[in-house]
């Protein structure tokens, strides 16, 4: 499975971003995934998950009410709307697969990663 982000830019707290993460393979339906981030100088923390069937849907508590992931499995693609922007949200974001079940709606067990997209909130 590979993992293409894209949407991180520069913006404005209040504001909005939508990030995308496409995926190559014909697997995609049968893998759950997430995203995370890593701001400056920490460490990488989860931010969201969703089910193979986008039934069910995680969140950090940092991130709830405000972001909302999605996916559309015949654009082999998933997706972070990301409102009311905050400047502790700027950091690099990661899509990642989870190929088996387990935890992963805690942000446990992902096998692939994407490359990251950079999002910075200015104050």
């Known amino acids: 499975v590979q993992l293409q982000a894209s949407g991180g830019g520069l913006v404005q707290a209040g504001g909005s971003l939508r990030l995308s993460c496409a995926a190559s393979?014909?697997?995609?339906?049968?893998?759950?995934m997430g995203w995370f981030r890593q701001a400056p100088g920490k460490e990488r923390e989860f931010v969201a998950a969703i089910s193979r069937s986008t039934t069910s849907t995680f969140y950090a508590d940092s991130v709830k009410g405000r972001f909302t992931i999605s996916r559309d499995n015949a654009k082999n693609t998933v997706y972070l709307q990301m409102n009311s922007l905050k400047p502790e949200d700027t950091a690099v974001y990661y899509c990642?697969?989870?190929?088996?079940?387990?935890?992963?709606?805690?942000?446990?067990?992902?096998?692939?990663w994407g490359q990251g997209t950079l999002v910075t909130v200015s104050s």
């Open positions: 990642a697969a989870a190929t088996s079940g387990g935890r992963w709606y805690m942000g446990v067990g992902y096998d692939y």
């Open positions: 393979g014909r697997t995609f339906s049968r893998n759950y």
